[in-house]
């Protein structure tokens, strides 16, 4: 008993140590350790937003997995990663930025208080609409696309990261 007590207790430790741990690493911090978002890390590199958020913020980041990238038109995100299209580049990626710390029962709570959709305006200035599909939270671009929040909740010390499966655009 007394060593299934222990062991309990060092589980719990560990536990509350990788929690900490994670919430020291923001939300760029995050991003570069995922697989799944090379490409999103090498366009926010691009676009030189690393600095920006890696500041206090707090940010709310809808990230687009490498496999949504790939869902654009050949020669795109090469295209956006050239110096010259880096204002471009830019506004893309922080179309994809809400400031303030939105977990998903904040985004869901503002859904409900929109009646089904919630209007969130974005660090570039654009509005992504959110609402409930089978289930899942979707996202509708200001060009009529939509994404689906796949993971939520991966916090850091400056906000949270919702992974996305496609790419919203502005207008």
Same mark, same amino acid.
């Given at each position: 008993m007394k060593k299934?007590?222990? !062991? %309990?207790?060092? $589980? =719990? $430790?560990?536990?509350?140590?990788? !929690? %900490? #741990?994670?919430q020291k690493n923001d939300i760029v911090d995050i991003a570069i350790g995922s697989d799944a978002h090379t490409t999103l890390v090498a366009a926010v590199k691009? =676009?030189?937003?690393? !600095?920006?958020l890696k500041t206090d913020g707090p940010f709310t980041v809808f990230a687009p997995v490498n496999e949504a990238f790939a869902k654009l038109p050949a020669g795109t995100v090469d295209f956006l990663l050239k110096p010259e299209n880096k204002a471009t580049l830019a506004k893309?990626? #922080?179309?994809?930025?809400?400031a303030g710390n939105l977990d998903a029962n904040a985004v869901i709570a503002a859904? @409900?208080? &929109? @009646? &089904?959709? =919630?209007t969130l305006t974005t660090v570039s200035g654009g509005l992504l609409k959110a609402s409930i599909d089978n289930g899942k939270v979707k996202l509708t671009d200001e060009k009529g696309g939509s994404s689906f929040v796949t993971v939520a909740d991966l916090k850091g010390s400056n906000g949270v990261i919702h992974v996305i499966d496609t790419v919203v655009l502005p207008k």
């Amino acid at each position: 008993m007394k060593k299934q007590i222990q !062991s %309990a207790l060092f $589980a =719990a $430790a560990m536990f509350l140590t990788i !929690s %900490a #741990t994670a919430q020291k690493n923001d939300i760029v911090d995050i991003a570069i350790g995922s697989d799944a978002h090379t490409t999103l890390v090498a366009a926010v590199k691009a =676009a030189d937003l690393v !600095s920006t958020l890696k500041t206090d913020g707090p940010f709310t980041v809808f990230a687009p997995v490498n496999e949504a990238f790939a869902k654009l038109p050949a020669g795109t995100v090469d295209f956006l990663l050239k110096p010259e299209n880096k204002a471009t580049l830019a506004k893309i990626l #922080t179309y994809h930025v809400v400031a303030g710390n939105l977990d998903a029962n904040a985004v869901i709570a503002a859904i @409900k208080e &929109g @009646k &089904g959709t =919630a209007t969130l305006t974005t660090v570039s200035g654009g509005l992504l609409k959110a609402s409930i599909d089978n289930g899942k939270v979707k996202l509708t671009d200001e060009k009529g696309g939509s994404s689906f929040v796949t993971v939520a909740d991966l916090k850091g010390s400056n906000g949270v990261i919702h992974v996305i499966d496609t790419v919203v655009l502005p207008k």
